[in-house]
């Protein structure tokens, strides 16, 4: 069962600022909060009634630059499958790409693993849109905190984020 939350809903701070920010940005999806966190693409898509390849996982990396620099890489992929790190490694043009700890994750993204969203960040982050997720006609993602997610598509998800289209595995 879903509650989906109204802006006069009292709502974790986290929720409202991402709420702000996708009403900002000219987003149209709607913002569900789901009974429980939904930390895992699997469960997710078990609570939404919905194919784990539609929803859009928020993958924040520490990506080694040629300079010897880390620096934050977002990557939009599939719940399907896994991010093939050479691959985009070599893509993007750094010299390697590592899954980022808990503590880079919330201080890049404002948000904690399992509910960092594809906007709301602090500041910009790099960010990098896997083409698999075209395939769905409706997309989910996390909403800034581990049991919220919103709808989108491939197109809006784009145009939110100004990603870089490419393929990630």
């Not at 939350?5 to 900002?24: K, N, Q, V």
């Not at 893509?91 to 404002?110: E, M, N």
Request: glycine share 8%; aromatic share 6%; with cysteine.
């Amino acid at each position: 069962m879903t509650a989906e939350t109204t802006p006069g809903d009292a709502e974790h701070p986290s929720i409202a600022y991402f709420r702000s920010e996708l009403t900002r940005l000219g987003g149209t999806g709607r913002i569900v909060v789901l009974p429980d966190s939904v930390h895992t693409a699997a469960l997710a898509a078990q609570s939404l009634g919905c194919e784990v390849g539609a929803i859009a996982n928020s993958l924040l990396f520490a990506a080694t630059t040629d300079a010897g620099t880390t620096e934050p890489v977002l990557v939009l992929t599939s719940g399907a499958h896994r991010v093939d790190v050479d691959l985009v490694a070599a893509t993007i043009g750094v010299r390697s790409l590592k899954r980022a700890r808990p503590d880079f994750v919330k201080a890049t993204t404002g948000q904690v693993i399992g509910g960092v969203s594809p906007i709301a960040h602090p500041a910009p982050i790099p960010t990098y849109l896997d083409r698999s997720l075209a395939r769905y006609d409706l997309l989910w993602a996390a909403a800034g905190h581990p049991a919220a997610v919103f709808s989108t598509d491939y197109p809006e998800l784009r145009a939110l984020t100004g990603a870089t289209e490419l393929d990630a595995n």
